[in-house]
């Protein structure tokens, strides 16, 4: 790559929820895990609040990807909000792909908030991937 080009930093808008995702990405803050800065974290109390229009605005915003962390299944501080996600995610995806945006940028993981480490790992993951993909034109 020239000097004088810039390196594609990959814009992610990433939805913690508040009992797991968003406590496991703190641990990787405070255990001071290296991860890209590539991220946008937006609190969210559950992760089965996240409706698929809300991602398709992230993404007709600007995002070159968008990540949704949740409880593990079983765990849910909201009992099935995590499996209610799982279902709007594929969901989401299934629209993505009609609309020809690679399923790819969207994500779901399941982060525990003793999971520093998975957290810094998942982001450098899907930092790694959507560089690979390179950035999302809007086709509007």
């Known amino acids: 790559m020239e000097k004088n080009k810039k390196e594609f930093i990959p814009k992610i808008v990433t939805f913690l929820c508040n009992w797991c995702g968003y406590a496991g990405a703190d641990l990787a803050g405070?255990?001071?895990?290296?991860?890209?800065?590539?991220i946008?974290?937006?609190?969210?109390?559950?992760?089965?609040?996240?409706?698929?229009?809300?991602?398709?605005?992230?993404?007709n915003h600007g995002s070159d990807g968008v990540?949704?962390?949740?409880?593990?299944?079983?765990?849910?501080?909201?009992i099935s909000g995590n499996e209610k996600a799982e279902e709007r995610i594929k969901k989401t995806k299934n629209l993505l792909d009609l609309l020809r945006i690679e399923t790819e940028r969207l994500?779901?993981?399941?982060?525990?908030?003793?999971?520093?480490?998975?957290f810094a790992?998942?982001?450098?993951?899907?930092?790694?991937q959507l560089i690979s993909l390179g950035p999302f034109k809007n086709h509007n």
């Not at 994500?107 to 998975?118: D, F, M, P, V």
């Not at 790992?121 to 790694?128: A, C, R, S």
Request: proline residues 3%; positive net charge; contains cysteine.
């Open 30 to 38: 405070v255990s001071r895990f290296q991860y890209p800065t590539s």
């Open 121 to 128: 790992d998942v982001i450098k993951d899907f930092t790694e």
């Open 67 to 78: 990540l949704v962390c949740g409880c593990h299944i079983g765990d849910c501080h909201y």
């Open 40 to 59: 946008r974290i937006i609190r969210v109390m559950c992760s089965g609040r996240i409706q698929p229009a809300l991602i398709l605005n992230v993404f």
């Open 107 to 118: 994500r779901l993981e399941w982060i525990s908030s003793s999971e520093g480490a998975k």
